[in-house]
């Protein structure tokens, strides 16, 4: 199966925010839910996005966002307000506790993932340490 990138993320370490026991791996804000039904609206071969980490950047980690058309057997499955979320399993710890947002500026539109377990950031925010 291919990939196809549905989007930029940009990471923020948040401080002195202690980790919120919750049933769901991550959640979503209600923008984020608005942008990932806006992105599945046309596309009907796909139920939901896939996060997932890879390394790369200036500070070793950032987040991949690809439509997903099944949930790969050790994927965390995160469904909120009629969306879909599967969690790739290297992805899932460094997740814990995150909450997905979509921000939109002037200049640009994008997920922000904020982040509680995360050391540090790059200066442009795309990737992070743990």
């Known amino acids: 199966?291919?990939?196809?990138?549905?989007?930029?993320?940009?990471?923020?370490?948040?401080?002195?925010?202690?980790?919120?026991?919750?049933?769901?791996?991550?959640?979503?804000?209600?923008?984020?839910?608005?942008?990932?039904?806006?992105?599945?609206?046309?596309?009907?071969?796909?139920?939901?996005?896939?996060?997932?980490?890879?390394?790369?950047?200036c500070n070793g980690l950032s987040y991949t966002l690809d439509y997903a058309?099944?949930?790969?057997?050790?994927?965390?499955?995160?469904?909120q307000d009629g969306v879909k979320v599967f969690i790739d399993k290297k992805a899932q710890l460094s997740l814990l506790g995150t909450e997905m947002d979509f921000v939109e500026s002037k200049l640009s539109s994008e997920f922000v993932f904020n982040n509680p377990n995360i050391k540090g950031t790059c200066g442009c925010g795309e990737s992070f340490s743990m």
């Open 1 to 57: 199966m291919a990939t196809r990138v549905v989007a930029t993320a940009t990471v923020r370490a948040v401080k002195g925010r202690k980790l919120i026991p919750t049933r769901a791996a991550l959640t979503l804000t209600p923008a984020a839910v608005n942008r990932i039904k806006s992105l599945l609206q046309d596309k009907p071969d796909f139920i939901g996005l896939k996060v997932g980490v890879r390394q790369r950047g």
């Open 69 to 79: 058309s099944s949930k790969d057997k050790l994927d965390e499955e995160v469904v």
